[in-house]
Every structure is written in C-alpha cells, then in structure tokens.
C-alpha cells in the first residue's frame, strides 16, 4: 500500500519556466489536498478536491492550477514559475468523515 | 477567526531531559480536532496525535504525552526523556469541518527541537 506519491522528490526551475506536481494515492480518498510549506513556517492550503471534477481553492491559490480527472490523481501545475514558489510542496489526501489527513513525502522546489 | 500559535521557535535540551512543546488556538467552532505532526530532517510528515475537542482526556504514548486544556485553549506536548531521535521540528493544527465537507487545517509555525548528545 504506497498511500500518497509524489513526483518529483526535488526540482530546480528557472523563473517563467512552468512545471507539473504529481500526486497520487492508491486509497480510494475522496478529498485531496495541496499544501506550500515556506521555511519556518506552517503548510498553507493551495488547492483541494472533494472528488474527480471538483476543485476549489485554498489560502494561496495565486499562481497555481490543479485538476481532478480520476479519484487517484491530483496534479498540481505551475505557470510562469516565480522565486516566491520556492517551497516544499506537499500532497494529501483523506476519506470523509473526521480529519485523517495521509501526506506525501513532499516536493522540494526551488526557482531560480 | 481560527488560529494556532506555537510561541517557541526552537527549543535545545540535552539527551533525557523532559520537554514540553506548546500550542495556543483559536476557533469559534465547538466541533474541531487537533493534532500534533513530526517532521525530522527527512521532511516527511509524520502524524502523532489527533484529538477532538469533546476528548479532553490527556493521552500518554510511551514517551508522549499530550495534556489538553479547553480552558486555556492549549494542547501542548511532552517529551520525557528525551533523544536525538526526538529532533525534529513539530507541528500543531487544528482542523474544522467545512462547508464542502472537507476539514481545513490550520497549522503553527513548527517549533524545531534540538536534543543535544
């Protein structure tokens, strides 16, 4: 049971470069999640998904596009990369009910 | 407006000594959850503890434990006899329902534990 997967583990970019974050999860989740973890700092909310066709935004959306095709999977997209979306990502997932969050292992990004 | 707050930056102890994480938050909800999470050197993040506000029994785990107080909005956690292997940086959240049916979580800023050899 791998739980949540993330691709890559790390990334340079260059400014103005764009790139896809991947996520997946083997639980049959029905809510999925992006968090940004900016040093010294808490995760903050990208963007989260209640099921496949269902996307909505979180606390810093801006600069960022997710879709939802299948339950399993939750790609996070980056456009026109800026050094401010230097940060460790990470993906989560959940079924309904009380909180239960798994997270993945993260994305380390770096722009440059 | 739901908040957590985790005063202490960093913390260093020396091996064996016991020490206490603390975590202050705000919420208007009466329904809600805390939450503790590790993060060591790796980055991975690694679920510790979940409460619901209606639990305000205290929870020890080995060297663990965790003392809830609604009273004072407090869910702080101890180490006892604490190891290397406790450094890391922790985290605490707190996590509402929401109207989508989704919990939100609200995280502290991590304060990172240092326990010196």
């Known amino acids: 049971n791998a739980g949540v997967t993330q691709t890559p583990k790390f990334r340079i970019l260059k400014i103005g470069q764009s790139m896809t974050l991947q996520c997946t999860q083997d639980m049959n989740h029905n809510y999925m999640y992006w968090y940004r973890q900016d040093p010294g700092m808490g995760l903050k909310l990208i963007y989260y998904s209640v099921g496949a066709g269902i996307t909505d935004k979180g606390e810093v959306p801006n600069g960022y596009n997710v879709s939802r095709s299948t339950t399993e999977d939750f790609p996070l997209r980056l456009e026109l990369a800026a050094p401010s979306q230097t940060s460790v990502y990470f993906c989560?997932?959940?079924?309904?009910?009380?909180?239960?969050?798994?997270f993945g292992s993260g994305t380390r990004l770096t722009v440059v | 407006a739901q908040k957590v707050t985790q005063a202490q930056t960093e913390i260093s102890v020396v091996e064996k000594e016991d020490v206490t994480l603390d975590c202050v938050y705000e919420?208007?909800?009466?329904?809600?959850?805390l939450f503790w999470y590790k993060q060591p050197p790796s980055g991975e993040l690694v679920f510790l503890i979940r409460?619901?506000?209606?639990?305000?029994q205290n929870e020890i785990s080995g060297r663990y434990s965790w003392n809830f107080q609604k009273s004072t909005s407090s869910f702080n956690f101890t180490i006892t006899a604490s190891q290397v292997v406790d450094s890391a940086v922790y985290f605490c959240a707190l996590s509402e329902a929401q109207d989508s049916g989704t919990y939100k979580y609200i995280f502290g800023t991590g304060t990172r534990l240092k326990v010196l050899a």
């Open positions: 989560a997932s959940s079924p309904p009910g009380p909180p239960g969050y798994t």
């Open positions: 919420t208007r909800d009466t329904t809600y959850y």
């Open positions: 409460r619901n506000s209606f639990d305000e």
